[in-house]
């Protein structure tokens, strides 16, 4: 019978099956990080458990790291904050005594977020069930993994028997076909998609993107079409296996070598859905039709072009969501109706596990490349996934870019998508943001954030307001 | 984990969707390496009219009148009604920990998102799905009747109104048995050790660079 990607995924991890489908599910990639963890190795310790696998853990500190004025000399001393240094060096003493196949801590040329240094050191390899107590590890999909995040019980769960207890989900099949315009990119795929389907619409699903204009985009571009099936409501998202996975993760650190890297090609060739494969929902856009998006509201589903204006409630007849809408824009301090290129704004984010990668900061760096950050933005952060990110954009230049356009080059961690370090929002500062998230208070208390691709935060930073970035092209 | 079998329990209404975990305990919190003490920090923006950090003590806070569960009619709540995809956005279990903390060991709704939902079973939180229409009912009876409590009923799967009505809910078999009986997923899953060693084992064969 035809399968999906994802039906095959499940198929070759189900270790126990309960008679109502709870099935056990082994897990092949266990990536950790500072702040979902520390609850789960104190409850192995306290049962008296051992980790199931050490060779499956890669870990890091991301959250909680600050991006400026590091000091190797002065070590996790050069976090101000006690309690964030409390977490990143009770991660350290847990690594240290449980173990992991790969380790890079703070300050570690190889640092950085879970969901960017995962695939650039092929630990991340199609086939794979991948989990992190973190809910963007959706993005590991990109490479035809089953991957999705848990909670700190689950994190305990996968340390002390390298299972979880689970049911299959529903198949969602997403297609984008034809070809992107120019200055479209896969932060507006998804951020399309988000806004038609809602940040419920993949709720109980797993979802395959697939579609001539997926298979077009690079693994960076696949990795943030993945990373953002979260904010549809799926924990899993996924796209095939082609040469594009195979080419970006060959001879990276993890990644298998010689006889094994022939094998496992010729394994991952067939991670793929069969002709004819049934899934219980698909949703089908076209690329042509795609522009850059702005968000306007508090949830990633309320959304539209550049070229478009703040929505008028008025026009919801469900009261729920329109009372929902009202709310989002009293606390956005927008007014209904408003063009989107007439939003002002405060402070930009170029970085994240959705927009930090390589190819993110040359989409940012084209557009900042010989102007300057409008008088009116009070600063422009930008901040690469990991240490080799940052590495490869100062080989080629970007950080000069970046710095002679008055945006500041920082070091790698999660930052201002979350602001669990000192980078975040003043109350009522308005933000252009490369990341996943515009909640209420996500980018720091009463912060209002818009979330956009690279290049149109670069030219929100140059222009002082939201900018179709195709005027730059 | 505690097992849930009946609670008789005092209802307070959230009456908004898409309430996300950045709003149920704010990232700020996340820094403890703990589990418990999350409670005063339960839903902290929309709760207080400062800003909270770590270690302040919230007795001593400025309370947001407007928030409705700062009502003194809510005090002691244990079922919180909720409406659609209620707790979306971050995997943080530290949301269902804080919400245990805050009194609640129960929540009524139309939807949650995946991973707040299967975080709530793991801390003996039992998150029930209505549809739309019982919903509008109980938010409409619960602003009416002040001390407006439910009686939820897991082996019976049931919650019964104040005017004795019982509406069903569906929940997993597995679940179920679990929450009733308090079970530890982790010992649960140990009795197929040997299982998983199989398992293992021959996927050490067939994929052996996956354990390299």
């Not at chain 1, 306290?46 to 696998?53: I, M």
């Not at chain 1, 120019?182 to 579609?211: N, P, Q, R």
């Not at chain 1, 890297?261 to 690329?287: C, I, M, N, P």
């Not at chain 1, 500062?429 to 996943?436: G, K, V």
């Amino acid at each position: 019978m035809a399968q999906t990607l994802y039906d095959k995924l499940w198929n070759s991890h189900v270790v126990h099956q309960e008679a109502d489908g709870t099935a056990i599910l082994y897990i092949d990639r266990h990536l950790v990080h500072e702040v979902t963890s520390p609850q789960a190795f104190e409850g192995l310790k306290l049962a008296g458990r051992k980790p199931w696998r050490i060779s499956s853990i890669v870990a890091t500190a991301d959250h909680n790291t600050p991006t400026e004025g590091w000091d190797a000399a002065r070590g996790t001393a050069t976090i101000a904050d006690p309690i964030s240094r409390q977490q990143v060096e009770t991660l350290d003493a847990n690594i240290k005594a449980v173990g992991a196949l790969a380790y890079f801590p703070f300050m570690n040329e190889r640092q950085g977020i879970v969901h960017v240094i995962g695939p650039e050191n092929g630990a991340t390899l199609p086939g794979m069930t991948v989990v992190c107590g973190d809910s963007h590890t959706s993005t590991h999909g990109a490479f035809a993994a089953l991957s999705f995040g848990i909670g700190t019980s689950e994190v305990e769960h996968v340390l002390a028997t390298q299972t979880l207890l689970m049911k299959k989900s529903k198949s969602m099949l997403i297609t984008v076909e034809g070809t992107l315009g120019a200055g479209v990119t896969a932060k507006d795929i998804v951020l399309a998609i988000i806004g038609k389907i809602g940040t419920a619409g993949g709720t109980g699903y797993a979802i395959e993107f697939a579609g001539s204009a997926i298979r077009g985009l690079t693994m960076e571009g696949r990795m943030t079409v993945c990373n953002m099936a979260i904010e549809a409501g799926a924990r899993a998202g996924m796209v095939a296996a082609d040469d594009t996975t195979c080419a970006y993760l060959k001879d990276r650190m993890l990644s298998p070598k010689a006889a094994d890297w022939d094998a496992a090609v010729a394994y991952w060739k067939t991670l793929h859905s069969d002709e004819g494969a049934q899934f219980d929902r698909v949703v089908e856009l076209r690329a042509e039709d795609i522009q850059p998006q702005v968000t306007w509201g508090t949830s990633p589903e309320m959304v539209v072009a550049v070229t478009g204006r703040v929505p008028d409630p008025a026009a919801e007849s469900d009261a729920t969501r329109r009372s929902g809408m009202e709310r989002a824009l009293q606390y956005m301090g927008l007014t209904a109706n408003t063009p989107i290129s007439e939003i002002p704004v405060d402070v930009v984010f170029i970085g994240s596990c959705t927009n930090s990668r390589i190819e993110d900061l040359r989409a940012a760096a084209a557009v900042a490349k010989g102007r300057r950050k409008a008088d009116s933005v009070k600063r422009v952060l930008v901040v690469p996934g990991s240490g080799l990110v940052k590495r490869q954009a100062e080989a080629e230049g970007l950080d000069k870019i970046f710095q002679a356009a008055g945006f500041e080059w920082r070091e790698p961690g999660c930052s201002m998508c979350l602001a669990m370090n000192a980078d975040r929002l003043e109350p009522g500062e308005r933000c252009a943001s490369t990341s996943n998230r515009n909640f209420e208070g996500r980018q720091g208390p009463n912060g209002r954030t818009h979330l956009v691709s690279p290049a149109m935060a670069a030219a929100a930073a140059v222009t002082g307001h939201f900018t179709d970035v195709r005027q730059f092209s | 984990m505690q097992a849930f079998t009946l609670l008789d329990g005092l209802v307070a209404p959230l009456d908004r969707s898409n309430v996300d975990t950045d709003a149920i305990i704010p990232k700020q919190f996340l820094k403890s390496i703990k589990r418990s003490g999350f409670g005063p920090n339960c839903f902290d923006e929309w709760r207080y009219l400062d800003h909270g950090e770590p270690g302040m003590d919230c007795s001593q806070r400025p309370k947001n009148p407007d928030f409705v569960l700062n009502q003194p009619r809510y005090a002691g709540a244990e079922i919180l009604l909720v409406r659609a995809n209620f707790g979306c956005g971050s995997s943080r279990e530290h949301a269902p920990w804080a919400l245990l903390d805050m009194g609640f060991k129960a929540i009524l709704g139309e939807s949650y998102a995946d991973i707040f939902f299967n975080n709530c079973f793991k801390n003996g939180i039992l998150p029930i799905v209505l549809p739309k229409a019982e919903l509008d009912e109980l938010f409409a009876q619960v602003d009416a009747a002040p001390g407006y409590k439910l009686v939820i009923d897991l082996a019976a799967q049931t919650v019964t109104r104040p005017d004795g009505k019982a509406i069903p809910f569906p929940i997993d078999p597995f679940r179920k048995e679990c929450l009733l009986n308090g079970w530890d997923d982790i010992g649960l899953t140990l009795r197929h050790a040997d299982e998983i060693s199989a398992f293992e084992a021959k996927r050490r064969v067939e994929q052996p660079w996956l354990f390299a």
